[in-house]
C-alpha cells in the first residue's frame, strides 16, 4: 500500500502569476507517450519499430483494401481474440440486459430517461419564411448514419455510449452502428445492455484504428457511416483525424479534466472528492483546483492524500494528481473564473457560496456544474446532458455532443421576380468586382427578360 505524503501528491501555486501562466497557456490535443507494452505490441504485429502514424495508416489501407479479413487480422493480434461473428446479434444484447442484476438494469433506464428528457429540449426545428420576394427559410435533417466508437481498454464504458446513442435517436437519426473492442473475449455486457437500453440499431465487436477505418470506408459486415463519434485512445484519436473530411467527426476528445472553483466555504471532502472522480480516468486527467481560501488549499490536500488510498484505479489517479494535477490560490472568485475562462475546462465545478452569481461570467466550459450537491459524477451518469464534451481548451470554440450535432441544416431560398429586380444588379456588380463573369451574367439575362 502507499502512503502518499499531501505535499508530495499535487502543486499547490500560490503566485497568482505563476498560475496564470501554467493555466492559460495554449494546449491543444496531448498525444501521450506510448507505453514500452504498446511499442512491444507494435513490434510484435508490425516487424518493426513505428510511430502512431504510421501503425495507423497501415491499418487505414489494410481496412480499406481487405475489408473483414483485415477486421480479423487486427483483433487477433491487438485483442487476442478473432471476432466472429463481426456483428453482435441483437439476441445477444437481450440476453446481457435480461441478465443484469435489477438495480442496474434500472439504472441504466434512469439515465436513458434522464438523457433523453434534457436533449429533447435541444431539437431544432424547420422554418419558411414567405414574402411579397418569395420564401427563404431553413430544412433541419438528421444524418442518415452515424458511428459510434465506445472505448474499451482499462474500463467499460456503457455510459459513454448512451451520451451519444440517445441525442442521435433523438435527433431523428436513421442508423445507429457501435464499434467497441472486445476486451478480454467480447464486448463488456453491461455496454451491450446499454446498447438495447438507449436505442442502438447495429454493434459490433470491433476496436482500435480498426473500428474507425471500418465505419469510415465500409467492410463486407461494417457500414460506412456519414460521422463518427466517442473518445478513444491515441490510435483512435489518430485515425479519426485521418479519415476527416471522407466522414465527419464530432471533435477529438483527448484526456478529461475538471476545473474547481472553491471558497472558504466549500466542503474540502466533497472538493477533493470531485478531483479524484476525474483523475481516476486517465494518468493524464488534469485535475485543478483554484481557491480563494489559503487554508481550503491545504484540507484539499491533506483530503486528497486521504481519499485517494482505498480508490481501485488509485495508482492511475495518483499519476494524473502529480503530473497535471494544480492548487491555484486566487484573491477573490473572480480572478479564479478569468482563469477559470482562459483555460476553457471540460469540465467547471463551481463550490461557492454564490455559484448562480458566477455563472453569467464563465465564457468558455464544456459544462458548469453548479453547487455542492451538483457533482460532475452525477452529471456523468443521470443528470441529463451528454457527458462528451470538448477538451484540451476546445471549450473555447467547440461544445458538447448535442442534438445539433446529429443534425444539419439545409438552406432554401425561393426568390420570385421582385427579388430579382430589387437584388440582381446589386449581385451583378459584386459577381463582375469579383471577375466571375459567369456568374453575372447569369443574373444579367434574367434581368434583360424581365425588361423585354
Not at 487477433?76 to 463481426?86: G, L, N, S
Amino acid at each position: 500500500m502507499v502512503t502518499d505524503r499531501p505535499t508530495d501528491l499535487i502543486q499547490v501555486i500560490r503566485d497568482i502569476d505563476v498560475a496564470r501562466q501554467r493555466l492559460t497557456r495554449r494546449r491543444g490535443y496531448i498525444e501521450p507517450e506510448l507505453s514500452p507494452v504498446a511499442r512491444d505490441g507494435i513490434r510484435r504485429v508490425f516487424g518493426a519499430d513505428l510511430t502512431v502514424e504510421q501503425v495507423v495508416d497501415r491499418i487505414l489501407a489494410d481496412v480499406r483494401n481487405d475489408g473483414d479479413a483485415a477486421i480479423r487480422r487486427y483483433t487477433e493480434a491487438f485483442d487476442r481474440v478473432i471476432p466472429y461473428p463481426i456483428e453482435v446479434p441483437r439476441s445477444v444484447w437481450e440476453e446481457s440486459y435480461e441478465a443484469l442484476p435489477p438495480e442496474l438494469a434500472q439504472a441504466l433506464e434512469i439515465a436513458a430517461e434522464q438523457i433523453e428528457r434534457y436533449h429533447r429540449k435541444q431539437l431544432r426545428t424547420s422554418w419558411i419564411d414567405w414574402s411579397d420576394e418569395g420564401a427563404l427559410g431553413q430544412i433541419v435533417r438528421p444524418i442518415e448514419r452515424v458511428g459510434l466508437y465506445v472505448p474499451g481498454g482499462l474500463a467499460a464504458y456503457p455510459s459513454s455510449l448512451m451520451m451519444t446513442a440517445i441525442p442521435a435517436r433523438v435527433a431523428g437519426v436513421d442508423e445507429i452502428v457501435v464499434c467497441a473492442p472486445p476486451t478480454g473475449g467480447s464486448i463488456s455486457p453491461v455496454v451491450l445492455a446499454a446498447a438495447a437500453v438507449a436505442g442502438v440499431d447495429r454493434v459490433f465487436q470491433v476496436g482500435g484504428a480498426q473500428a474507425i477505418a471500418a465505419m469510415a470506408y465500409g467492410t463486407e459486415s461494417i457500414p460506412d457511416v456519414d460521422k463518427i463519434y466517442g473518445p478513444g485512445n491515441i490510435f483512435v484519436v489518430t485515425a479519426k483525424r485521418r479519415v476527416a473530411g471522407t466522414v465527419g467527426i464530432e471533435f477529438l476528445p483527448g484526456p478529461t479534466e475538471t476545473l474547481v472553483i472553491a471558497d472558504d466555504g466549500a466542503n474540502p471532502v466533497h472538493v477533493a472528492a470531485d478531483l479524484l472522480a476525474q483523475a481516476e480516468h486517465d494518468p493524464m486527467a488534469s485535475p485543478i483546483l483554484i481557491t480563494t481560501s489559503e487554508r481550503m488549499a491545504e484540507l484539499v490536500r491533506r483530503q486528497l492524500a486521504t481519499q485517494l488510498e482505498p480508490l481501485e484505479r488509485a495508482d492511475i489517479a495518483r499519476a494524473a494528481l502529480r503530473r497535471n494535477g494544480v492548487i491555484a490560490v486566487a484573491p477573490n472568485v473572480e480572478v479564479a473564473v478569468e482563469l477559470a475562462n482562459a483555460f476553457a475546462p471540460e469540465h467547471l465545478c463551481l463550490l461557492v457560496r454564490d455559484p448562480w452569481d458566477l455563472v453569467p461570467q464563465v465564457r468558455n466550459a464544456g459544462g458548469i456544474f453548479v453547487g455542492e450537491d451538483s457533482p460532475e459524477a452525477l452529471a456523468d451518469y443521470t443528470l441529463g446532458p451528454s457527458h462528451v464534451m470538448p477538451t484540451g481548451g476546445s471549450a473555447r470554440f467547440a461544445s458538447p455532443i448535442h442534438v445539433a450535432d446529429f443534425t444539419k441544416v439545409i438552406s432554401v431560398a425561393a426568390g420570385n421576380r421582385r427579388a430579382l429586380e430589387r437584388l440582381g444588379p446589386t449581385a451583378a456588380l459584386f459577381a463582375r468586382a469579383e471577375g466571375l463573369t459567369g456568374h453575372a451574367r447569369a443574373i444579367e439575362q434574367r434581368l434583360e427578360e424581365l425588361r423585354d
